[in-house]
């Protein structure tokens, strides 16, 4: 898991630099390039998403199977 969020972050990284038209080795702050473009870490979009997910399954009904397979994975740990 790990490994694909830095290779996620790195190819985000990529991406930002040559839509500011800047090169690794001009040696701007990441912070400041994505602040240019308006975007968030890729990170952060990354864990917002698992939160509202976890927040929609917790709204689900007792008898939804996400909600059963919820508790079962529960109950193996």
Not at 63 to 71: A, G, I, Q, T, Y
């Amino acid at each position: 898991m790990k490994e694909n969020l830095v290779a996620l972050q790195r190819a985000e990284m990529r991406m930002v630099r040559w839509m500011c038209g800047t090169k690794l080795k001009d040696r701007f702050p990441s912070k400041e390039l994505r602040e240019r473009l308006g975007v968030d870490d890729v990170a952060l979009v990354l864990q917002r998403n698992r939160l509202r997910w976890y927040g929609h399954v917790l709204r689900k009904e007792d008898n939804d199977w996400v909600k059963k397979w919820r508790k079962l994975i529960k109950d193996v740990q």
